[in-house]
Structure formats: C-alpha cells, structure tokens
C-alpha cells in the first residue's frame, strides 16, 4: 500500500461523535498519521490493522508536542488490540491525568484555602516514598469550587470541589523505573523497538518490557489518585470522595483512554467540566455506543466490515471535558509533510489568507462550551445527576 492508501485506511478506522468544528477537525486529520503508524507495525508484524479510534464529543487536539507530532489527537479511546497482547504503544503517553470529585458541608473560605496552599507548597510531603510536586496550575489542571443543584433524586453535599492532576512525578526516570514518557526518560526510549514507518518512528514495548511499563503504569495510576486525596485532605480537611479516577490512562495493554472517562459502573457519578466560566455537572454513564446511534451516525456497515463493531457497541466511554477549540479556524485544506514533520494549511474564519500550523501549542484557543453536553444527550451516552454552579477557580 501506498501512503494515500495508508491514510485511507487508517482514516477509516476512526469512529467520531465529535463536533465537526477546527477543533475536532484537526484531531482527525492528525489521528490518521498516528493510527497509520500502528497498521505499519501491525502488518509488519504479521497482524490484520485493527488500530481504531472512537471518539467522544469532545476530539480535539492534544497540546502536548510530542504526543501530537507522534500523529495522536484527544478525545477518544485508541485500540490497537483485544487487551492481551503484550504490546504497549508508547507514542500515546500515558500519565494518569485525571479528577477528584470531593463533596463537602461547608464553603471553603477563599483566603483559609490559599493560606493552606501556601503551607502546603512550602512544605515536603511524600506518599509512597515519592515526593510530591504541586501540579494543580500546570496547564488545564486547576481547583474549582462549586456550589451544588441535584437534577435528579441524589444525595449530594451543597459544595463539591473538583482536582484536576497528572502524575507528574513519574513522566521521568524515578526510584520506581523507567518513566512514562519515552521523550523524557533516555532509558525508556532506549529500551523501546523504534519501528521506521513512513510516517516517522513508531515507538512501543512487546513481551516482558511491555509488562514491566504497565506494571509502572499501575503505581502511577494509583499514586495519581493518592496523590490527589493527600491534597485534597490537607487543604479542605473532612470530604466525601464521589469520584477519582483518571481519564488519561492505559485500560490494558493494548487500550488507552485519552481525556475520557470509561464507564464501568452504571451507578457511579461522572465529572463533565467546561469552561471556568460555565457550569460543570455530574452524568451517570450509559452503555455505549447504542446500537441505534451507531446505524444513525453510518458506522455501522464501516464497522462491520473492518471486524470491529463490538468496540463501537462496548466503547463505554464519555468526555470529562469540553476540548479546545480554534475560533479563528475553519477547515484544513492541505497538509504539507517535510521531513516528516506536518504542516495544516487551514482556511480563516475572517476570508483572509491561510494559516500554516504546525505545533498546536502555538494556536489561540478556547474551551468548548455546552455544545459537547448537548451532542452528549443526544447520542444517548450519558443523564444529568447534578449541575455544578461555579463559585472559585484556583490556580496558583
């Protein structure tokens, strides 16, 4: 096969329920690289191409570099097997972001908060022999602070504060092993098979590194909710835990969700965040995709034929934000590939001129608003339990 013919393929392979805005646009004009570096591999190594992606209404791109030079957006849940091969694909960077969704009796005091902040970053602290580090700003982490409206019969306490963290501790080489970032830990990309595709280095772990990496995984996943939970104890004292999870985490070997929730309990309550500026709200998940959106949206015959409509029908995944959006973009008209690096040449919304992009870190965004709750109840993958009304975002 050709390039083209690689590119069509892998497109093919990616499921949307997103937006159709620049956001998700380009999340799947890039996924194509990505998925199409996994087939590479997969043919190379004897299998059928079975890579896929299933986004939420969220897709959008990732503003990690390296994660998106790699040809990987966000949004989605990524499957490049059944769950027991031992291949891990590291290009996706797992690094068990996820939220904490803690209720209390009482307001938290704006300034007591900040005075608890202060001590806290001042002070070391370590769970499990890892020291911590404060990475509740870093980018989208944060903070919040809402006041509580039940939409449905739920025992809810009046506030809820949300903790949006990563394990940052362990991107690197630590005590505990290689680091979950191949681009910054030299032993991990030295311990990788590199496999040349035509769309760059293709970078994963087979056999008994591929366990030792999700046996790593696992201490960050776990540590990046204790992590969250020690914090939490020490600036707000006594909470009631509804939620913590991470939704930036390897489901198995061969499944990662990026910025996804993964429903496995139809009784558990969800975090969907928006903007600062938006309310957030409490979902229950519902088993998806239905059979019926999946005929309505034209997957079905897609799906069938490739050998992967029970992902689609058990893909049980739900966004735990908006996205980013480009407002000053509209559609990608060309893609420009020089030494393998990518180059989108996209339309204006002002008529005037193109613009050439190429890291998305260097693009003027925003978060998207209701539109992803609304596509959300429309495909029938989630119900409202609470609206969470802000009262205060920290980020220091």
């Avoid at 002070?123 to 870093?138: A, L, R, V």
């Avoid at 309310?279 to 019926?292: I, S, V």
């Avoid at 893909?315 to 690096?341: M, R, S």
Wanted: some cysteine; charged content about 30%.
């Amino acid at each position: 096969m050709d390039r083209e013919e690689l590119l069509k393929e892998a497109e093919d392979h990616i499921f949307s329920t997103g937006l159709g805005d620049s956001g998700s646009k380009l999340c799947r004009y890039n996924m194509r690289y990505g998925l199409a570096k996994i087939h590479y591999w997969q043919r190379e190594a004897g299998f059928f191409p079975l890579a896929t992606f299933i986004a939420t209404p969220d897709m959008t791109i990732t503003r990690n570099t390296t994660r998106w030079m790699s040809g990987f957006g966000y949004g989605g849940k990524i499957s490049w097997g059944e769950g027991k091969d031992e291949v891990i694909i590291l290009d996706t960077k797992p690094n068990a972001c996820g939220m904490l969704v803690g209720g209390l009796e009482k307001f938290p005091d704006e300034k007591t908060l900040l005075e608890r902040i202060n001590k806290f970053q001042n002070t070391p602290h370590k769970i499990d022999g890892i020291e911590i580090k404060w990475d509740f700003s870093k980018g989208n982490h944060f903070i919040d602070i809402f006041s509580v409206k039940p939409r449905r019969e739920v025992k809810l306490l009046p506030y809820i504060f949300i903790i949006h963290s990563s394990a940052t501790e362990l991107k690197e080489k630590s005590p505990r092993g290689w680091g979950l970032y191949w681009d910054r830990s030299p032993l991990l990309m030295e311990a990788a098979r590199k496999v040349n595709t035509p769309f760059g280095l293709l970078y994963l772990l087979e056999g008994e590194k591929a366990r030792r990496y999700f046996e790593l995984y696992q201490l960050a996943d776990d540590f990046s909710r204790k992590k969250r939970e020690f914090v939490a104890e020490r600036l707000f004292g006594e909470f009631e835990v509804i939620f913590n999870e991470n939704h930036q985490r390897l489901l198995n070997f061969n499944e990662i969700l990026l910025g996804c929730h993964y429903i496995d309990d139809l009784n558990k309550l969800y975090p969907l965040t928006l903007r600062s500026d938006l309310p957030a709200y409490l979902l229950k998940g519902k088993p998806n995709l239905r059979p019926e959106v999946i005929q309505a949206l034209g997957f079905k015959e897609r799906a069938t034929k490739l050998g992967v409509y029970d992902r689609l029908k058990n893909a049980n995944i739900i966004p735990h934000g908006g996205g980013y959006t480009f407002p000053d973009l509209l559609e990608v008209e060309e893609i420009f590939e020089i030494e393998k690096k990518r180059f989108f040449k996209a339309d204006v919304a002002n008529d005037r001129g193109k613009q050439i992009i190429c890291d998305t870190r260097d693009i003027p965004y925003k978060y998207r608003g209701k539109e992803v709750l609304l596509k959300l109840m429309e495909l029938n993958m989630a119900e409202i339990i609470a609206k969470l009304v802000p009262l205060y975002v920290v980020k220091v």
